[in-house]
C-alpha cells in the first residue's frame, strides 16, 4: 500500500478519454511515452530529447511536455535547439513544446487541480496533433510526476548504472544481493498500472534503461544487470541498455543538438568513433521500445 501524498493521486489518474465525452469519434490519438524516474541526475531529460528527434528523424510528428516546469530541462534543451536552428539558419526536425509551470495557488488541493487541468488540456491538443506524445517528468516524489505516470501507453524509466539508483526499484540484501521488496517507485508504477487497466483495460508497457554504462567490466555493472534481470519478471518491466557515459551528452546540451544531428549538413561538428558508438546505442534503446508504426524503420537512425 502506498500512503501519504501518494494517496492523492488516486482520485486524478484519468485517460485523455475520460477527460473529452465523445473522445472514440474523434482521429486515432498518439502513443503516448513516459519518462519518469524518482530521482534526479538520471538523464531523464537527455534520454527525452534522443527519443523525440529519433522520432522526428523518422518523419513521425512528435509532441513533446515537460512537466517540471521549474527546472524545466527538456524545455530548455528545445529552446535551445531552436535558437541554434535561428543563428545556424538550419532545417533541423522540431517537436512541439508544452511545458507545466508549477501552480502559483497556495491550497495544495487547488494546486494539483490546476496542475492537472493544464497537463490534461496540454496532453488533449498535442495527442491528436502528433504520432508521439513524449512525457518528461519531474525527478521527485510529487504529484504531477505520478499524474503524468498514468497517462503512459510506454513508461520509460532511466536508471544510472549504480546501487543507489536501483534502490529506488527494489531493496536488494546488502549480503547476498537479494531482492528483498520493490520500492515506493516500483510500488507507484504498479498502482498506476492497476487504475489504468480499470479505466481502459490499457496495459502501460514498462521499460527500464541502464543508464551512464561505464565501458569496463566492473563487478558492480555485473551484479546490477543480473538483479535486473531477477527483478524485471517479478515487477513486470523490460530491461534495455541506455548510453555510455560519454561528455559529449552534456555538452550537445547547449545547442539543443542530439547525437542524431552531428552528421546534419550545416551543424559543424566532427563525427568521431564514440559518436558512432552512441547512435548505435540510441538505435538499440529505439528498438527495445518497441514502439507502435516503427518496424523497420529503426535501421535508418
Not at 38 to 54: L, Y
Not at 66 to 79: A, C, F, M, P
Not at 158 to 169: A, E, Q, R, T, Y
Request: glycine fraction near 6%; include cysteine.
Amino acid at each position: 500500500m502506498i500512503t501519504g501524498e501518494r494517496e492523492n493521486v488516486s482520485n486524478v489518474t484519468v485517460t485523455v478519454e475520460e477527460q473529452n465525452p465523445g473522445i472514440e469519434e474523434q482521429p486515432t490519438r498518439a502513443h503516448i511515452i513516459v519518462v519518469g524516474n524518482a530521482k534526479g541526475g538520471s538523464g531523464k531529460s537527455t534520454t527525452a530529447m534522443h527519443v523525440i528527434v529519433s522520432l522526428l528523424t523518422l518523419g513521425f510528428t512528435v509532441g513533446a511536455i515537460d512537466l517540471d516546469g521549474k527546472q524545466k530541462t527538456l524545455g530548455r534543451y528545445i529552446e535551445n535547439r531552436e535558437n541554434f536552428i535561428a543563428k545556424k539558419k538550419l532545417d533541423l526536425p522540431m517537436p512541439m513544446l508544452r511545458v507545466i509551470e508549477p501552480s502559483p495557488k497556495k491550497n495544495m488541493d487547488e494546486a494539483q487541480s490546476d496542475e492537472r487541468a493544464r497537463f490534461v488540456a496540454a496532453l488533449q491538443e498535442l495527442v491528436y496533433a502528433n504520432n508521439f506524445v513524449v512525457v518528461d517528468c519531474p525527478g521527485a516524489d510529487s504529484f504531477i510526476s505520478k499524474l503524468g505516470h498514468s497517462f503512459a501507453d510506454t513508461l520509460l524509466t532511466p536508471m544510472n548504472d549504480s546501487f543507489i539508483d536501483l534502490d529506488l526499484l527494489a531493496t536488494v540484501n546488502a549480503s547476498n544481493l537479494q531482492i528483498e521488496k520493490p520500492s515506493w517507485y516500483s510500488e507507484m508504477v504498479w498502482e498506476q498500472r492497476k487504475r489504468r487497466a480499470l479505466i481502459d483495460q490499457h496495459k502501460i508497457d514498462w521499460v527500464v534503461m541502464r543508464n551512464r554504462l561505464s565501458h569496463t567490466d566492473a563487478h558492480n555493472k555485473r551484479h546490477i544487470e543480473k538483479i535486473l534481470a531477477k527483478l524485471a519478471p517479478r515487477i513486470s518491466f523490460r530491461p534495455a541498455a541506455g548510453f555510455g557515459e560519454r561528455v559529449i551528452f552534456r555538452e550537445l546540451f547547449l545547442k539543443g543538438l542530439t547525437m542524431l544531428d552531428l552528421n546534419r549538413k550545416g551543424v559543424g561538428v566532427k563525427m568521431s568513433m564514440s559518436h558512432v558508438a552512441a547512435r548505435h546505442e540510441l538505435r538499440h534503446l529505439i528498438k527495445a521500445l518497441e514502439l507502435p508504426g516503427l518496424d523497420e524503420k529503426v535501421e535508418n537512425l
